[in-house]
């Protein structure tokens, strides 16, 4: 067991981690919360609390109960970054009433781990519950510079440094918000996990710090959560390490979530062609021979998924719209939907269908019969663009249904993950980030810089499907946009690293067949795994550079990326362990479209000297010698 310190004359509840290094304070009138760790402060004392809208705020509490909690176990895990996630952490619920009036009960839940600490808020179920608000703040001593995105419906927006006092109060900005403490030694993330009875948040700029903007309802913006009993709230997160790469590796947001239940061992990661990114949005029309280019591709490349995206339906209409007449249950006329999944099968290819939230929503068990029905593999879903309360129920709603019928599930125009992927690890990816579909439009800032700054914040919140794989590659000076046959703003060897560093179970190879015909580093991209026995953050900033190793069995896959500065990295290479290994390396060459293919002997003790072009990266794959 483990001590919680009930320190009545500070008038707090201190609960720290396992290794003692985060601690997390709730005020004994649970009015206020604090964090810090390895003795320096992280969030100041800042408010915390609800706000009701059918009835009046919890006022003069006083603690009746404090509960301890303690886990330590191993989560076996399905399609991610790691095989297993260490949950350990200590915990306590407490509960406070009101002294006088009506007495009713609050309770915060709170958690210390080694990776940081989290609470939340519970109501009893006895009565219903109208949210307005949350009281939550988050007070950042020494106006620390942070990562930051502004917050949009679709949440695909750049991230840049500010200082907290520099955030502009007119806006909301997104979560995680990424920063660093006062002396360095402590990088955090201010995140959100559990959000599965409740909504998303974002983030208002207030004195000091930052407090927790609950969506609302829509057309309700005085309410924010409708329950018929009780409460439970999401998790707010203070993610912590000594770099801010540390974050990478993290469990935390998973561990937090509802862990999964029932067999998931038919969830086969991968990647997929795809039909969307290298044409014009309004697609070519869709054929069936169209298609079986792709499948023949997917085949001949060992892709076990092919991803046909808008117009295959009967009556699609262009990109955004969910027109009435579409029907996606059937296929456009010139597309044989059955037939076509027997010759993708016949290859061993699955197939993926693209689909408009508003025309799955309304007859969701129809449309995912009709695709278990043909045999099709899984889902993507699109254009939500909201994170209300009742948007996170049809998440959740989706993510169960289409588990049932054992079908994968990716979420476009989504907001970013909470954890729900652990819940139904089905729910194989999502996007809410500003990808490589961006790069086709000439106010798409798909930067290298961009997508170094991703590993660090973005991606700690769950799996991203940025979507990459373009091989017809620039610099940011020699770029041009263009929506057919789009260019990317990097090299070649950064377009392989991504498929490293970017962490998505299914990814997407988002160019042209033709475009990997006898293309250097191609033969890296058919070879790369997209799941994960384990991950290690190496070297990096989120304003540099970023290298990362995961492991697939006994082999070690590293990406190194830069942002729009050329760099020399040392990579060390302690984490193979003892033996001899062979070490495949594709780097930069002398043109964005050149790559050097590098063959060398290593052990754990040598240290690879990688150069990196501007914009540029690199890819390795490191194997036993046996």
Not at 1 to 14: D, E, G, H, R, T
Request: neutral net charge.
């Amino acid at each position: 067991m483990f001590n919680i310190v009930m320190a009545l004359a500070a008038s707090q509840i201190i609960v720290a981690s396992p290794d003692k290094s985060a601690e997390i304070r709730i005020a004994a009138d649970g009015a206020s919360y604090s964090v810090q760790r390895k003795g320096e402060p992280i969030v100041a004392a800042s408010p915390m609390g609800l706000e009701l809208a059918n009835a009046a705020d919890f006022s003069d509490l006083e603690v009746v109960d404090v509960k301890k909690q303690s886990q330590r176990r191993e989560i076996p895990l399905t399609a991610t970054k790691s095989k297993t996630a260490r949950d350990v952490y200590n915990g306590v619920v407490v509960t406070f009433r009101e002294k006088t009036g009506a007495r009713r009960t609050l309770s915060v839940e709170a958690r210390a781990a080694n990776e940081g600490v989290a609470f939340r808020y519970l109501l009893p179920k006895d009565a219903p519950v109208v949210l307005k608000a949350e009281k939550t703040a988050y007070r950042l001593p020494n106006d620390p510079a942070c990562e930051v995105s502004e917050y949009g419906g679709s949440h695909e927006n750049t991230w840049a440094l500010k200082k907290i006092s520099e955030l502009d109060r007119a806006k909301l900005y997104d979560v995680p918000v990424v920063c660093s403490s006062a002396s360095g030694r402590t990088h955090y993330a201010i995140a959100q996990s559990g959000i599965d009875a409740y909504a998303s948040s974002g983030l208002v700029p207030v004195d000091g710090g930052l407090k927790v903007r609950v969506t609302p309802l829509p057309g309700e913006k005085d309410v924010a959560i409708k329950s018929a009993a009780g409460l439970t709230s999401a998790w707010r997160v203070i993610m912590m390490g000594d770099r801010a790469g540390d974050l990478i590796e993290s469990p935390l947001i998973g561990n937090l979530a509802t862990q999964a239940s029932g067999d998931f061992s038919w969830v086969r990661p991968g990647k997929a062609a795809w039909d969307w990114w290298s044409g014009p949005t309004a697609g070519e029309k869709p054929t069936t021979e169209r298609f079986r280019r792709f499948i023949d591709f997917a085949a001949e490349s060992g892709f076990p998924y092919f991803l046909i995206d808008a117009g295959w339906p009967l009556n699609a209409t262009p990109c955004c719209d969910a027109d009435p007449k579409t029907d996606i249950t059937q296929s456009n006329p010139a597309v044989d939907m059955p037939a076509l999944v027997k010759y993708a099968d016949s290859k061993g290819v699955g197939l993926i269908l693209w689909a408009h939230w508003k025309h799955v929503e309304p007859r969701m068990a129809e449309v995912l019969d009709t695709y278990q029905r043909w045999g099709i593999k899984g889902v993507k879903v699109d254009f939500m663009e909201r994170d209300d309360q009742e948007m996170v129920q049809f998440y959740v709603r989706l993510a169960r249904e289409t588990a049932k019928r054992h079908l994968l599930l990716d979420m476009h125009g989504a907001f970013p993950p909470a954890g729900l992927a652990r819940t139904y690890p089905n729910y194989i990816t999502q996007e809410g980030v500003l990808g490589l579909e961006y790069n086709k439009f000439p106010w798409g800032p798909v930067t290298p810089g961009h997508n170094v700054k991703l590993a660090y914040t973005r991606m700690l919140l769950g799996p991203m499907d940025y979507t990459p794989g373009g091989f017809r590659n620039t610099t940011p000076q020699t770029y041009v946009a263009r929506e057919v046959m789009p260019m990317t703003r990097t090299t070649r060897g950064q377009a392989l690293a991504q498929y490293v560093v970017f962490d998505s179970p299914l990814q997407m190879v988002s160019d042209d067949p033709a475009a990997y015909e006898n293309a250097p580093g191609f033969d890296f991209l058919k070879a790369v795994p997209t799941a994960w026995d384990e991950t290690r953050f190496v070297d990096g900033t989120p304003e540099s550079h970023v290298v990362l190793a995961r492991r697939k069995g006994e082999t070690w896959y590293v990406g190194a990326m830069t942002n729009e500065q050329a760099r020399a990295v040392a990579i060390p290479l302690a984490f193979l362990g003892a033996g001899t290994f062979k070490a495949e390396i594709w780097r930069d060459g002398a043109g964005p479209n050149d790559v050097e293919h590098v063959v060398k002997s290593v052990s754990s003790r040598d240290v690879l000297d990688i150069p990196l072009s501007a914009g540029g990266g690199a890819a390795i794959a490191i194997k036993p010698v046996h």
